[in-house]
């Protein structure tokens, strides 16, 4: 079984404290994806990448970066968190044109 | 640009039929995909067609697609309160050649006993 693992189920960070929301899967999938989920917004793409050491910004990157430095690796880095960037996380990844797998998401809140 | 439209609420009772439609807007998809995310998890895959196909059959799950209008249908029959979740359709963007997939904003079956 695909499995997409998230560091953290809930997290609580404080305004302008920099974040890291890692993401591994053990598929040795070549795309990797991040997402956040709001209420009424669905599903919006921050960031994806399909390879090691690139990275394409998605329909709403700002506030954000990524790294992924290993394959089965992609982190998503909040700067300096905003109270706007409190959300569900959810990263994703895929074999070309093969559905995406999720990982169980992880919930950010910023105070 | 691309995008997919689904209804955000769908309610029914305990052993009815559910319909949950979309439409996508980009003519190139190779593949349509339902996902379904249960409270507080991830999406998982529920089912998904090939564009070339119209409909697609898995126990109580019926995939339907009109290519000519964009528009696909989720049926599940025989609903049960397990089956209340949020239910994502999605398409692949140019092809699907990297993965990258456009999803709706979901649309939440609560099922009622």
């Known amino acids: 079984d695909v499995k997409v693992t998230q560091s953290s189920r809930y997290l609580v960070k404080r305004t302008g404290e920099k974040v890291f929301l890692e993401c591994v899967q053990d598929m040795d999938h070549e795309n990797m994806f991040w997402y956040r989920q709001d209420p009424g917004l669905g599903l919006r793409l921050i960031y994806f990448s399909y390879d090691v050491k690139m990275k394409e910004k998605g329909d709403i990157p700002e506030g954000y970066s990524v790294s992924r430095e290993k394959k089965e690796r992609f982190s998503l880095i909040l700067e300096s968190a905003s109270t706007n960037q409190t959300s569900m996380y959810l990263c994703a990844s895929s074999l070309t044109e093969n559905e995406q797998f999720f990982g169980p998401g992880t919930r950010l809140t910023v105070l | ?113």
């Open chain 2, 1 to 113: 640009g691309e995008d997919v439209e689904q209804s955000l609420f769908l309610s029914v009772r305990e052993g009815d039929s559910s319909v949950i439609n979309c439409t996508y807007t980009d003519s190139s998809s190779t593949y349509l995909y339902w996902y379904k995310q249960e409270p507080g998890a991830g999406l998982q895959l529920l089912t998904y067609i090939f564009s070339n196909m119209d409909m697609k059959q898995d126990q109580r799950l019926t995939v339907l697609l009109n290519k000519k209008d964009k528009h696909l249908s989720l049926r599940i029959a025989d609903t049960q309160t397990g089956d209340s979740a949020i239910y994502f359709c999605a398409e692949s963007l140019d092809g699907g050649s990297q993965g990258n997939l456009i999803f709706g904003k979901g649309t939440k079956l609560s099922v009622k006993p």
